[in-house]
């Protein structure tokens, strides 16, 4: 699976982004799903992930109420819709798949492929 991640740039603190992460190949749509982020000095970190179907959801407290993922397996792409945004949230975006198809994991170490990253940059 190769992952291209796209959307990110400069909002004010408040406002809406929606990233997005087009894949390649025929299999996307039994591969659990996930975003992270990387702010400077941090390690990545969960933000949201989503079951091979979609019907499963998970997110990180940091962001639970605010963003949304969501992913069209017809289309091969990954959504993130960020809204409420805060200076906290600003990081490298990175969509990811985990390495295994049809299991389930918020864990870094359980994605095997990996996005090019996309900045969001929150200004306060």
């Known amino acids: 699976v190769q992952l291209q991640a796209s959307g990110g740039g400069l909002v004010q603190a408040g406002g809406s982004l929606r990233l997005s992460c087009a894949a390649s190949g025929r299999t996307f749509s039994t591969y659990t799903m996930g975003w992270f982020r990387q702010a400077p000095g941090k390690e990545h970190g969960f933000v949201t992930g989503i079951e091979w179907s979609g019907s499963s959801t998970y997110y990180a407290d940091s962001v639970k109420g605010r963003f949304i993922i969501s992913r069209d397996n017809a289309e091969n792409t990954l959504y993130l819709q960020m809204n409420g945004l805060k200076p906290e949230d600003t990081a490298v975006y990175y969509c990811?798949?985990?390495?295994?198809?049809?299991?389930?994991?918020?864990?870094?170490?359980?994605?095997?492929?990996w996005g090019q990253g996309t900045q969001v940059t929150v200004s306060s």
């Open positions: 990811a798949a985990a390495a295994v198809p049809y299991t389930w994991s918020v864990v870094k170490e359980n994605y095997a492929y």
